[in-house]
């Protein structure tokens, strides 16, 4: 697993049935590297703190694959890596592999394994339709949050490195699964 774009977003408004809500989905790719630290990635605008930031939503991953799943549902907009709202795009990042409290180093830090993404309205802004929200919900394509225990720098290239695996523990396939379950109860 390799980092293959590392992501920042400013604050953006943007008109929603309405009204103006602001936002940091809206995520490029960065030419240098990022600093990950205890609560946030520096420089990335985290809008909302309730759902978004914080220790066990550090970070967030997505798998450089699952664009190609929504290239292909949404072929009119231009998916740049960054806009499902990551700040890390991660080669062969698979969710049914990934497991709850395993943890990474990855460039100068060492994370770990906290939750998938539960998506929100604002998915739909990138997407230009809340439909997508159901769509991400049926697929298996959540992306990973991470807690930084060790703050540092990582950069495009960086690899994902495996240094402890969580036992007794569930991957974020299988917390993502029961969740979906539950939310459509």
């Avoid at 159901?134 to 225990?149: A, D, E, P, R």
Wanted: net charge positive; hydrophobic share 35%; glycine share 8%.
């Amino acid at each position: 697993m390799k980092v293959v774009s590392v992501n920042l977003g400013e604050k953006r408004s943007v008109n929603y049935k309405g009204k103006v809500v602001e936002t940091g989905i809206f995520k490029k790719p960065v030419a240098t590297s990022i600093f990950l630290g205890e609560e946030d990635v520096e420089n990335d605008a985290v809008i909302d703190r309730r759902y978004h930031g914080g220790i066990e939503k550090a970070v967030y991953a997505y798998a450089e694959e699952h664009y190609n799943y929504w290239r292909e549902l949404y072929p009119n907009i231009d998916l740049t890596f960054g806009l499902m709202g990551e700040n890390l795009t991660i080669s062969n990042l698979e969710e049914t592999e990934i497991y709850i409290g395993s943890q990474y180093k990855l460039g100068e830090t060492i994370i770990e394994v906290t939750k998938p993404r539960e998506p929100c309205m604002k998915l739909g802004l990138v997407f230009e339709t809340q439909a997508v929200l159901k769509q991400f919900w049926n697929s298996t394509k959540s992306g990973v949050y991470f807690k930084v225990l060790k703050t540092g720098n990582v950069k495009k290239g960086d690899e994902l490195i495996l240094i402890k695996k969580a036992e007794n523990t569930f991957s974020i396939a299988e917390v993502y699964q029961a969740k979906r379950i539950k939310k459509n109860k």
